[in-house]
């Protein structure tokens, strides 16, 4: 199910170039490289095609036709980390110069990431369109399986319709009964993702034959996560339930096995990203990620992006018990090698870290994977501009190169590393969350806990030789929780802990309505580290989401007026 195949397949996003468009524009043409559609839906094989061609888009990367990949990564890197705070946008200030007006909040909709991101999932919406059309029209095939792949397809359709909804609020849902596109963004279409989502549940199977394919469980998250961002606490916690009830998943016993290149589809990953290597082509290996590696003579020589936050290095310090410093995490820093040579002596921290830490970000004289202990600054682009920190969580092991990495191209950062877009600890943090606002304090203890003590499990501590690398510790919250404004801060903190670098920070901090608080604290805080954010700040009523792409906006137009309006203040 990977690019090869889909490239073949390739049609243009929405309002660039559409399949059902109409007019007397760029928009009536017939996509360059397309497939009949009429002839690929007279068989379940080539309607199968046409889906598996809709799971391609699932990684956000559609083909370089539709701009680069790193905008439209389904990790949301750029989007979700960088513009959270988890991470700087690292490597050197001239490279990929687009990101930082993300990070800073001055992003303009002329900006090629804006592009990427809404030309490859409408891209991606454009063929779960033909593929349930195809679907529908097939008479000779089994009744269920026809339901189980049309349910599929709607899934795939509302997973990037939500993604788009998080990044820009104000965008068209566009199906497959739509002749026109240019139908405008002034509806909510949260309730239309959420009736694709009801259907997909009705139609999914609980299991799939084959990894990668969506289940009941992905649906019933997805549907439960949107719930979370209209406060209906209580619809979330049910679809929540049924996926932590159900019995067929289950929290990995390494947290690191969630990043492990060689451990795919788990019982944890409820939906992954199917990335694969040397068949045909590097593309169909976690393109969207493969910037973010240590430069220079570490893992993959390139390209130093995605470098760890400071701010995010201080949130794994803990105290005597093991507890998160839930108000002055940051008043003092986990100790650094910033500013210092490889050749400069340097011991690491000393004080108690939460072993996550070391999961998730590469800093000097921790052993990084089996790669060896991270050497500082040779291993960092530029890190008076991006830090002293390096990513992890997409980055492969040195004794696993030849099995999971590309083997020729610009880059081996090319691998088969699958992108977890929703697991468990996901789920039961949301459901946490849920618990909380509905006053049941001490089910999301229970919740939270669970995923502490798998992350006290020492057999996933980083090692130094025969001793933890570092002082790990991490405790359960042993006192009942009896008051909700500690409970949801708690809660809270646990996310960024456990999902760091996962994409998820900035859309958390939107969805709990506290991101100008967070962002403008973190701006004053890691100016002084990074003087390109010192003057950065995060506008209430403006930030919270992106600008529409202009050219979405000016290709919209019907008899010369754009259909499309930019959200406010851009």
């Not at 199910?1 to 889909?6: C, E, L, W």
């Not at 997805?222 to 339930?241: C, I, P, R, S, V």
Request: one cysteine or more; aromatic letters at 10%; charged letters at 20%.
């Amino acid at each position: 199910m990977r690019k090869n195949i889909m490239q073949k397949l390739a049609v243009l996003g929405l309002l660039a170039i559409v399949i059902y468009s109409c007019g007397k524009d760029f928009l009536e043409t017939q996509p360059y490289g397309s497939v009949n559609n009429e002839l690929l839906s007279t068989s379940e094989k080539g309607a199968n095609s046409l889906l598996i061609a809709t799971y391609s888009n699932l990684d956000g990367y559609s083909g370089w036709d539709n701009g680069g990949p790193w905008g439209g990564a389904s990790s949301n890197w750029t989007f979700g980390s960088i513009a959270g705070g988890d991470a700087y946008k690292g490597s050197e200030a001239g490279d990929q110069p687009d990101i930082t007006p993300l990070e800073r909040g001055n992003v303009d909709a002329n900006n090629p990431y804006l592009e990427q991101k809404w030309r490859n999932y409408y891209d991606g919406i454009s063929r779960t369109n033909q593929a349930i059309v195809a679907f529908t029209k097939l008479e000779a095939i089994d009744a269920a399986q026809k339901s189980t792949r049309i349910a599929e397809a709607k899934f795939l359709r509302a997973w990037m319709h939500f993604d788009l909804w998080k990044i820009f609020r104000n965008v068209p849902y566009i199906d497959e009964t739509l002749e026109d596109v240019r139908i405008g963004n002034t509806a909510n279409i949260l309730p239309k993702i959420q009736g694709d989502l009801q259907a997909a549940i009705n139609g999914l199977p609980v299991t799939q034959p084959q990894a990668g394919r969506v289940t009941k469980g992905a649906a019933q998250a997805l549907l439960g996560m949107t719930y979370m961002w209209e406060k209906k606490f209580a619809e979330a916690k049910a679809q929540f339930d049924a996926v932590v009830n159900s019995g067929r998943y289950a929290l990995n016993a390494k947290f690191s096995d969630n990043f492990n290149a060689a451990v795919r589809n788990t019982r944890e990953g409820i939906l992954e990203v199917q990335m694969a290597v040397n068949t045909g082509g590097g593309d169909a290996g976690n393109v969207g990620d493969v910037l973010n590696f240590p430069y220079n003579n570490g893992p993959a020589g390139c390209c130093g992006f995605h470098q760890p936050s400071q701010d995010l290095v201080n949130s794994f310090q803990v105290d005597a018990n093991g507890l998160p410093l839930l108000d002055t995490y940051s008043n003092t820093d986990v100790k650094n090698d910033d500013g210092l040579k490889d050749s400069d002596p340097f011991t690491p921290e000393t004080r108690a870290l939460d072993p996550r830490i070391d999961r998730t970000v590469g800093r000097r004289g921790i052993p990084y994977l089996d790669w060896g202990k991270h050497p500082g600054s040779s291993w960092i682009r530029d890190q008076s501009y991006g830090g002293p920190y390096a990513p992890m969580k997409n980055v492969h092991a040195k004794s696993q190169v030849a099995e999971v990495t590309h083997a020729s191209g610009w880059t081996s950062g090319y691998n088969s590393n699958n992108t977890k877009l929703v697991r468990l600890s996901d789920v039961m943090l949301q459901l946490a969350e849920a618990e909380v606002e509905l006053g049941n304090l001490e089910r999301a203890r229970a919740l939270v806990n669970q995923i502490r003590q798998r992350a006290a499990n020492p057999a996933d501590f980083v090692m130094d030789g025969a001793n933890p690398a570092a002082n790990y510790q991490v405790g359960t919250y042993n006192a009942p929780w009896t008051d909700k404004a500690v409970a949801t801060k708690a809660v809270r903190f646990e996310r960024r802990v456990e999902l760091g670098m996962e994409g998820h920070r900035f859309f958390d901090i939107v969805r709990w309505g506290v991101a100008p608080q967070v962002k403008n604290a973190y701006y004053a805080k890691d100016g002084v580290r990074r003087g390109y954010l010192r003057t950065a700040t995060f506008v209430a009523g403006k930030n919270e989401v992106f600008p529409l792409p202009a050219k979405a906006i000016t290709q919209s137009a019907k008899d010369g007026v754009p259909t499309l309006k930019q959200n406010p203040g851009y």
